[in-house]
Each structure stands twice: as structure tokens, then as C-alpha cells.
């Protein structure tokens, strides 16, 4: 971590000739043709894209998205190998709890955030939601991308920030990014809070272990993945696909939108869709925001692929990050999403050991069951939410503050 | 005494006058949800019964409560005070939850809430509205926490067990908590009640409803329900008023 210079905390605002460019993208959509028996066809109905257009031509403004953030503030690093490490940050006027990690996941940003900061900061807390690298302003590496390398660039981040221990709430590849931290960083880390169970977990469980509610679960990942057409394409095409959306902001929108439905209880509204397919396509983060899906999936598969082979082997030789030493300490093959995992068996993750609270919502992809959880984490409380789905903090900020924040305090790190 | 009322889905719903109704449940595993609002002071037995399940409600002054009912063995005697609200669901008797080690047989055990969640097994839950019960439900199956026996679900409904005597009695102990001439008795008794409420004489529904002769009827009605066949006959609610008897049974 640079830490010779101080943060810089000016938000860097898009440019104007960017955004008018991107309003003429939009207005100037071309949108195809479907007949009402074409309408037919399976998947979402076409209500969605409509309300988001009408709210991406009419009242959409990606200025008052940037004054929010800088409303509550903005701070950005420099890694080691000299990327941006871009977030949010906010502070709470009399901070007598535990600073408060927030991550992410794919497709969105800090954004997810926006609504349950207000929440922490209200109740004593600073909170810290940086964007993993390749998403949003944070610069995707040169090298081979993974989640160590967020994990790497967050931990620094807080202590170039002065927060020298802290909680880390999280959820999608948030959660895999937390689990790595507290792995590499126990000391560091006074909490986990995650929203859900890391999904890569799942392919390093030996099934003949398996209880009944762990087989259940682990049958549904796999048929999810075997469906999910977005994981299909970010880990199996995601240069040709990340093309296609990349030139589209609006197309963009429609794909990230029927991800946020199908995984939301109720309707999240058009202006965050909007906000994170404005905020890819400003930032051309469309493919970069892909590889944590497409690269260690990509370097298990190509046995033969020269690329991968050099990458690899000279970083081991070189000891560096990413190299095999480090990824057999840490995290084993969690790292790849791809299923059929029956030979990576034997490399279970290390386990985390700093407290870690779960709160499960009932709409998200999967619920897994509690044992599955305490196989990986040390868990402390385990909560099933009443309603709620994959977007959690932005969909139920308040249940999700109120469950942190208690969990904090039983900690004694909040004042409730 | 007790009317039919259609339920949105069309299932249908008995409602006591008593304040007091119950439906088929819609998930797998649970029988039925049933609600209650008392109104006055005063007492209900509960016929002895193979099910089990969890209550939740409102207390007199507010307070809420969240409550393991087990099986029971004997009549169980609730008293109602005015004021209070009270809803639930209950389980199969094939169906049983993991971590308790045996059914709280004869309990009703208080469990930690505070109106909003409630506390099972060390996992937090939402405390359901009567109409998030079976919500919860699916919530405990894919947790894998309210967990089904199939040989008990099928020594159950098709009156055979698959393996030895011995294996069914085990199975039975570790998940309906009762044995199985146990539960035949219960459904015995059940039977005949359902006979008796439909006109048949005492002599006749206990040769029906498998009994040697009406003594014996007699005697598990007063083991179950405290009451005799004739007692119960003229009363109000009855203890076997508080669930479907006969119909969703085999045999």
C-alpha cells in the first residue's frame, strides 16, 4: 500500500461529453421486434425493460447518483502495483462503534450500499464500501485476476484509513472476498456479517458428508448453474458476451434487470438498475467486472493453454501473488465457480475462525442450511430474515442494519 | 356447532364459534394451521394426540409467546385467558426436528421471542403472522431442520413396516416419540369419535371403529379425553374438536 500520500477524497465526476453520449445511446435504442406470439417465449415478460427505459429517458440522473456519493463521501488508494482502490466513505459523527467494511458483489458496486450506510453511520459506526477490482472506478489487475486481490487491496485500504481492526459485512462475491480476508487477516477482523454462503464452498464439500438439508442444497447450486444463463456466459464466453453489453448501455440494463427481478422479493426500483448499468458502461467495466467469474474458471480449464501455464508458474517461482504456495494456504479451488469438482475434494479452505453471523433472506439464490455454513465459518448466530431476496441491503437496509448492529453490540463493538 | 368456510384457494377451513379454526396446511410436512382468539376466560382439553408443533401469539397484556407443543399422551388441559391470540402449525407425526434429541412429549415448551423472531434450535427465525406459518415451515425443511421419516411416513400411512418389528419401533421412538400400537389406539379413538358424530350408536361405531366392545371405547375416551363418549357428545367444543378426524387418515 502506497501510503506515502494521503487519500485523495475528490469523486472524480464523469465527464459531460460522457454522459450526453450515453444519453443519446439511450435515446437512440433499438429495440427488437416481438410479435405478440413471439411474446410468448419463455423467460421475463418485457414490463421491466419498459419501465426501465421510460426512467432511463425521463427522469434518470446519474449526477445526483455521483452528489449521493459524495454526499456521503469518497476516498481512493493506490495498490501496490499502483491501481485505483476506489470507495465509499462515510463517517459517523460520534464514532463509537467498530468501523464497518462493506463489499459487494457482482453485478453491482457500492451502490448496493447506498441506503443501509445511513443506517451505520446513524448508529456510531464509520463505514468503508470499496469497489473490487474492475468494477466501478477500482482498476481490474494486469495479471490474473482473483479474489485474493481485493482481499488484499480492502484489508490495506482500512488500514491506510486508520482502522486498524474492523467488521466486514458482505454478501454474493463479497462474501468470498470477506471469508479470504479473515482467512489471511484474522487478527484484523472483528466480525464477519455475511448475507449469504460463499457459493464456490459448495464444490469443496465431499458429498458423501453431506447431510440430507447439505445435499438438498448442494443439488440446487448445481442445477442453478447448470440454468443461469449469466453464469453461463460470465465464466463460458465472456469476451464475446461482455462485447454485446459493453456497446449497449441500455441492452446492459435489460440484462442486469432480470437478474435484480429474478432474484428480489420485491421490486427494487429502475433508478438503482439504471445506476449500475450507467455506472458499467461509464467506467467500461462490463468485462472486467466478469473476472472473477471467467479467470480461475478459465485457468482450471484450459490444461493446455499457454497463457495460463507461464502466468502461473512464474508467479510461483517468483513467490508473488496468486502463486500455488499462497493459494494452497488460503483459499484452495473455492476460487473457480465451474461445478464437477470431484477431485478438488481434498483441499478443504482453511476455516475462518473470527465470529461470523449469517442472515439468510428467503428470496436469494439459495438459503443454505446452517451445518453447510460451520463446516467454513465460526458461527456465531444464524438468522432466517423474514422477507427479502439476493440484494438484501438494498432491498431490506433496515433488517440487515438492525441484524449487523445487533450482532456488533453482542460483540460489545456497537452501542445499540 | 362448527361451520365450513372457503378459504381463498379454495381449501376449505372449519371455524369453531368458540374463536377458534383450523386448515389443511400447504406445505409437505405440517397437517394443519390453526388460529384462536379468546374472548372469555376459560379452559380447553385437548384430546391426547400423535401430533406436534409450534405456537405462536399474544398474551392478555401483549406479551408474545412462541411455544414447542409436543405429542401428549394424556388430555391436555389449556387454559385460555381473555384477550389472548394464539396460531399455528402443526407437524406429522413422522416429522420430527434435528437437534432435539427425543419430542417433548407432554411440553409445551416456551421458546425465546420477542414478537418479531423466535429462537429454534439456536437459529433465529421470523416469529410468523398466521399467514407466514407455512413460509416458516419451508424456511425449517430447507434448513434441514423439521426433518421427515419415510419408513415412519409409510409404516404410518400404510399401516406395514418395512424391516423388522424391532427397526420400526426404533424409528418410531426417535421420531413420532410414540410407539406404533400407541398411535393406533390415538387414531382408534379419533375413528370413533368421527362414527359418533355421525349418528351412530355407541355399541355400533366401537365394533366400527375396531374396538372388541364399548367398554373398551369407553375407557380410551376417558384416557384420551378425559370424558366419556356420552360427556363429549353433549358438550360444546369437544377434545377431539381441535383438528380434521377420520378424513385425512388411512384407516
Known amino acids: 500500500m502506497n501510503t506515502a500520500t494521503t487519500p485523495s477524497t475528490e469523486l472524480p465526476r464523469v465527464s459531460q461529453e460522457a454522459l450526453d453520449a450515453l444519453d443519446a445511446r439511450v435515446t437512440a435504442v433499438q429495440l427488437p421486434r416481438i410479435v405478440p406470439a413471439a411474446a410468448q417465449a419463455p423467460g421475463h415478460d418485457q414490463s421491466r425493460q419498459r419501465s426501465l427505459l421510460e426512467r432511463w429517458r425521463g427522469g434518470f440522473d446519474w449526477r445526483e447518483v455521483e452528489d449521493r456519493i459524495a454526499g456521503l463521501g469518497y476516498v481512493e488508494t493506490r495498490s501496490d502495483d499502483g491501481r485505483r482502490i476506489a470507495a465509499i466513505r462515510a463517517r459517523a459523527e460520534a464514532p463509537t462503534g467498530a468501523p464497518i467494511l462493506l463489499i459487494h458483489g457482482w453485478p453491482d458496486s457500492p451502490l448496493r450500499f447506498i441506503d443501509l450506510i445511513p443506517l451505520l453511520t446513524a448508529a456510531g459506526h464509520d463505514v468503508v464500501a470499496p469497489a473490487i477490482a474492475g468494477f466501478w472506478l477500482s482498476d481490474e489487475p494486469e495479471g490474473e485476476m482473483s479474489r485474493d486481490i481485493p482481499a488484499a487491496d480492502f484489508h490495506a485500504l482500512m488500514q491506510a484509513l486508520g482502522y486498524e481492526r474492523y467488521a466486514v459485512h458482505a454478501g454474493d462475491w463479497g462474501s468470498a472476498v470477506a471469508q479470504t480476508i479473515a482467512q489471511q487477516h484474522p487478527e484484523g477482523i472483528i466480525a464477519l456479517h455475511l448475507t449469504d454462503v460463499p457459493f464456490d464452498l459448495a464444490y469443496t464439500i465431499d458429498k458423501a458428508t453431506a447431510g440430507p438439508a447439505e445435499a438438498a442444497y448442494l443439488e440446487s447450486i448445481e442445477k442453478f448453474g447448470d440454468e443461469a444463463l449469466y453464469l453461463t456466459a460470465n465464466t463460458m464466453q465472456p469476451n464475446m458476451v461482455a462485447t454485446v453489453l459493453a456497446d449497449t448501455p441500455f441492452g446492459l440494463a435489460t440484462w442486469l434487470g432480470s437478474l435484480y427481478d429474478a432474484w428480489s422479493e420485491s421490486r427494487i426500483a429502475d433508478d438503482h438498475v439504471i445506476a449500475n448499468a450507467a455506472l458499467m458502461h461509464l467506467t467500461s467495466t462490463v468485462r472486467s467486472a466478469m473476472r472473477l467469474y471467467s479467470e480461475p474458471a478459465m485457468s482450471w480449464e484450459a490444461g493446455d493453454d499457454a497463457g495460463w501455464a507461464d502466468a502461473d508458474w512464474g508467479d510461483a517461482e517468483a513467490g508473488g501473488e496468486g502463486s500455488w504456495e499462497q493459494a494452497a494456504d488460503v483459499a484452495g479451488p473455492g476460487d473457480a465457480e465451474a461445478a464437477d469438482w470431484g477431485d478438488a475434494a481434498g483441499w478443504a479452505p482453511a476455516a475462518v475462525t473470527v465470529p461470523t453471523a449469517f442472515a439468510l433472506f428467503p428470496t436469494d439464490l439459495a438459503t443454505a442450511p446452517r451445518e453447510l455454513a460451520e463446516r467454513f465459518f465460526a458461527v456465531e448466530r444464524f438468522t432466517i430474515m423474514p422477507r427479502g431476496g439476493h440484494f438484501a441491503a438494498l432491498e431490506e437496509p433496515g433488517l440487515v442494519a438492525e441484524d449487523l448492529l445487533q450482532f456488533l453490540a453482542g460483540l460489545g463493538h456497537s452501542e445499540p | 356447532m362448527s361451520q365450513v368456510a372457503e378459504m381463498p384457494d379454495g381449501a376449505e377451513a372449519c371455524v369453531l364459534p368458540e374463536g377458534y379454526g383450523y386448515r389443511p396446511a400447504r406445505v409437505p410436512l405440517a397437517t394443519m394451521v390453526w388460529w384462536a382468539t379468546i374472548d372469555e376466560d376459560s379452559t380447553y382439553t385437548d384430546a391426547a394426540n400423535e401430533f406436534w408443533g409450534l405456537a405462536f401469539g399474544t398474551r392478555a397484556d401483549g406479551t408474545p409467546t412462541a411455544t414447542l407443543a409436543g405429542p401428549s399422551t394424556a388430555p391436555r388441559e389449556l387454559v385460555l385467558s381473555a384477550g389472548e391470540r394464539a396460531w399455528g402449525v402443526e407437524f406429522a407425526p413422522h416429522t420430527f426436528l434435528r437437534g432435539l434429541d427425543v419430542k417433548p412429549i407432554d411440553e409445551l415448551r416456551e421458546l425465546e421471542t420477542d414478537g418479531r423472531w423466535f429462537v429454534l434450535a439456536g437459529t433465529r427465525y421470523p416469529a410468523p403472522s398466521l399467514d407466514g ?75 366400527a371403529a375396531g374396538y372388541t366392545d364399548q367398554s373398551h371405547m369407553t375407557r380410551d375416551f376417558r384416557l384420551f379425553a378425559g370424558a366419556t363418549p356420552g360427556q363429549i357428545l353433549r358438550g360444546d367444543m369437544s377434545p377431539f374438536d381441535s383438528r380434521e378426524v377420520g378424513g385425512t387418515e388411512v384407516g
Open chain 2, 133 to 207: 406459518l407455512e413460509r416458516l415451515v419451508q424456511q425449517l425443511a430447507t434448513q434441514g431442520v423439521l426433518v421427515a421419516d419415510p419408513l415412519v411416513e409409510r409404516a404410518l400411512s400404510e399401516r406395514r413396516f418395512v424391516g423388522s418389528e424391532r427397526t420400526v419401533r426404533r424409528q418410531m421412538a426417535g421420531t413420532v416419540g410414540l410407539g406404533r400400537k400407541n398411535v393406533e389406539q390415538l387414531r382408534r379413538a379419533r375413528e370413533a369419535y368421527r362414527l359418533l358424530q355421525s349418528g351412530l350408536p355407541a355399541a355400533e361405531a366401537a365394533v
